[in-house]
């Protein structure tokens, strides 16, 4: 069950926090330059930090939400970092997802952690089902968690329950979508990317021990 007091006190830290705006532009520029880097995975390394990756994966989401204004971009672009997933057209490819396609059915921080599992669990062969069940087993235990931490997977309850108080629909209007600024909702959706990054890391490491 969602803890609402804890995830306001999140977006009450998120709205006041120090944006390094320069340093996570230059950032973000950096990898649709060169790219993700691969990686290696050390399972016991990786085991060995567990909370410190999950930590560092969730800030980065509500980092890359803030900068980049997507919250979808954020969630996937801090997992596959990560563990060297994918590449920068990934994530080109989710430029309509926040909102699912700002209709509000479903959070980027599904979405973008979906596609960060799917990169990891799937497989390169299309013709590997068995692949693409395990990648959709996964993704049933990812979105009821994902529901319990937030309350939700779609963005009016959300938006009402653990950000704003009530749904802002930026997707609506120009004149919404100023509001939400505003409001300060590019860094206060962070607590549902943060989030969603985490769970789908958590779920990533889950799976090597």
Known sequence: MADYEALKERVDELASRDWDVPGLEAKVKKLSAEGIPRKTLDRDEILANK??????????????????????????LAVMEEFGLGNMEIIKA?????????TGWMCGGVTGGLVALALHFGSDDVLDHEATGATIGVA???????EDELGSVRCPAIQEDAVFG???????????MKAF?????????GVATGRGARLAASLIIGSME
Do not use: H, W
């Not at 410190?52 to 980092?63: G, N, P």
């Not at 997802?97 to 700002?102: E, R, S």
């Open 51 to 76: 909370e410190q990756i999950l930590d560092r994966v969730q800030r980065r989401a509500e980092e890359y939400n803030f900068i980049l204004k997507n919250c979808a971009k954020g969630t996937a």
């Open 94 to 102: 989710l430029s309509p997802f926040p909102g699912f396609g700002g």
């Open 140 to 146: 049933r235990e990812f979105m009821p968690r994902f």
């Open 166 to 176: 009530r749904y802002m629909d930026p997707a609506a209007s120009e004149e919404n």
């Open 181 to 189: 600024a505003i409001a300060k909702g590019f860094e206060k959706c």
